[in-house]
């Protein structure tokens, strides 16, 4: 059975940090692209970064580019969100999907939430003082 975890939300104060975690079980981190999005009350879910399973390759939107890092530990079959700077506009449920057969070079599908196979829970961040 095909799952993904997310762990790792929580509240923190405006320039602060969390890192979330993406544990995947019964599939392998070995192809194709792992997503993590995020939805505010009242939005569409948007991308705000991915990862090629391959060969690692990474994708930022504008709004968090410099701020946020996505990694992967395939010993682990995890990837991770490293958020810093936090601002309130973060504030969101943060999910990650697995994208089976994407591909980085697929730069609008990527984008695409209707373009993952898989989706974890989410994982609730708020950033507030």
């Known amino acids: 059975q095909v799952q993904l975890v997310e762990s790792g939300g929580g509240l923190v104060q405006p320039g602060g940090s969390l890192r979330l975690s993406c544990a995947a079980s019964?599939?392998?981190?070995?192809?194709?692209?792992i997503g993590w999005f995020r939805q505010a009350p009242g939005k569409e879910r948007e991308a705000i970064s991915c990862?090629?399973?391959?060969?690692?390759?990474?994708f930022y939107a504008d709004s968090v580019q410099g701020r946020f890092t996505v990694s992967r530990d395939n010993a682990k079959n995890t990837v991770y969100l490293q958020m810093n700077s936090l601002r309130p506009d973060d504030t969101a449920v943060y999910y990650c999907?697995?994208?089976?057969?994407?591909?980085?070079?697929?730069?609008?599908?990527?984008?695409?939430?209707?373009?993952?196979?898989?989706w974890g829970q989410g994982t609730q961040v708020t950033v507030s003082s």
């Open positions: 999907a697995a994208g089976t057969r994407l591909r980085m070079s697929w730069k609008v599908a990527i984008l695409s939430p209707r373009s993952y196979d898989f």
């Open positions: 990862i090629s399973n391959s060969d690692g390759s990474t």
């Open positions: 019964g599939f392998t981190l070995d192809s194709g692209v």
